[in-house]
């Protein structure tokens, strides 16, 4: 069973690996392809510079992204089959025992996965941001905000991993139900709590001021029947020039975020029609849908690692001689993405669907027409391809591709 296991894992491996590689050399190559013509619905509004900008930025990404690919998936091999992480059972099992072993061990694999990644993100800010003008990040903003992130990772992750630890080893064969009981209520402590206590740490929120643009947005929330704790904008620029909008926090918790830089861009009837289609996901219950789907889906895989815990095929299929609460946590959501990957189209299309949903939402409490000028102008601004390859974004993209976006929104009364 052991070397069974092995070979399937390494078949949905190379399976996963070359489907994810040929998507992204797809992608690229399509986008490359159709770079020197706008397409038509959108030639009087985007100039030919401005969709080549869009191109190359697309294929510099992309051609970035592969090289991540392949770094994970050698990190995912050296920890398995390649013995990684069992060497770190051999450096800890002596030193540390339970629910100690098990934090070290994992904030092990963080600070090395930390480590691995943090050349990546400095590349991808510092230089291929920049290079199309969109960092505004200093290397001093950068490692604060790392260190920030890192302090409240640890802050809050630690406790919850003790938690999750403990209530594997303590509560018997139906473990795995307690800690998905105890995930789901962190989880939605998180939403209540995020936006008055987590997000001001990273960035600063200042109340919306009084003016045409206050007034519009109170009289859609009135319109649309959406109380929330406050409107914000956010100071998106002192690290990107990209812009948006969003509401967080969950009850009565509710806040509304704008970036200074969408303020700074688009009109006061665009950004009303922006936040109307934010609001269409509130009233169309897309949060609350991906929420229970969430849950959902963090019950199935807890109750099968139920399954798979007291299985000696499983860790020794991924080289990993020892059993215990930590190495099966750590086993499971290492190699989970390469056997889940085939569903990445359903995610995509479920998510997409919801963004045609509330762009018809939008339509309805706001102008379509002001929607669509906003949505030219943010795929612009932020340089997003209008050409995108239609198989890697079947399997990617959570938002609709532009040209059926705006065609959709044209065909709304405006």
């Given at each position: 069973m052991t070397s069974t296991f092995s070979t399937v894992f390494l078949f949905a491996f190379a399976l996963t690996l070359g489907i994810r590689l040929w998507l992204k050399l797809r992608h690229i190559r399509y986008v490359a392809a159709h770079r020197e013509a706008v397409p038509a619905n959108f030639a009087e509004r985007i100039s030919?510079?401005?969709?080549?900008k869009a191109a190359d930025y697309t294929v510099d990404r992309n051609r970035f992204a592969l090289r991540g690919i392949l770094v994970d998936a050698a990190l995912l091999l050296a920890l398995t089959l390649g013995g990684g992480l069992a060497w770190l059972h051999e450096f800890w099992s002596p030193q540390l025992d339970g629910i100690a072993y098990g934090l070290a061990i994992i904030f092990s694999l963080m600070l090395i996965s930390g480590i691995i990644d943090l050349p990546f993100?400095?590349?991808?800010?510092?230089v291929i941001e920049a290079r199309y003008g969109f960092n505004r990040m200093t290397l001093g903003l950068f490692f604060a905000a790392m260190l920030t992130q890192t302090l409240v990772g640890i802050v809050i992750g630690a406790p919850v991993i003790a938690a999750v630890l403990w209530l594997m080893g303590a509560m018997g064969s139906y473990w795995w139900l307690y800690v998905w009981l105890f995930w789901c209520a962190f989880n939605l402590l998180i939403l209540f709590v995020y936006p008055t206590w987590i997000a001001p740490l990273f960035?600063?929120?200042s109340p919306l001021e009084d003016g045409e643009m206050k007034s519009r947005i109170e009289a859609l929330l009135l319109r649309c029947g959406f109380r929330s704790s406050g409107l914000f904008v956010m100071d998106g620029s002192k690290r990107s020039s990209h812009g948006n909008a969003y509401f967080t926090g969950f009850g009565q918790n509710k806040r509304i975020v704008f970036f200074d830089t969408l303020l700074a861009r688009l009109a006061p009837s665009e950004i009303e029609a922006v936040l109307a289609h934010e609001l269409g996901h509130f009233r169309r219950h897309h949060v609350i849908q991906r929420i229970v789907l969430m849950f959902a889906a963090s019950l199935g895989f807890l109750w099968l690692l139920g399954q798979l815990i007291d299985a000696a095929w499983f860790y020794n299929?991924?080289?990993v001689p020892a059993q215990n609460t930590a190495l099966a946590l750590i086993l499971f959501f290492l190699v989970m993405p390469v056997f889940?990957?085939?569903l990445s189209p359903l995610s995509?299309?479920?998510s997409r669907r919801n963004e045609f949903e509330a762009d018809a939402y939008a339509a309805e409490h706001a102008s379509a027409g002001d929607l669509v000028q906003a949505l030219v102008k943010l795929y612009q601004d932020n340089a997003s391809t209008l050409t995108p390859d239609p198989l890697h974004s079947l399997f990617y993209?959570?938002?609709?591709?532009?040209a059926q976006r705006i065609a959709r929104l044209q065909g709304q009364t405006i």
């Open positions: 030919l510079d401005a969709h080549k993100s400095l590349y991808q800010q510092f960035n600063k929120f299929g991924l080289g889940t990957f085939p995509s299309y479920l993209d959570s938002h609709p591709p532009a």
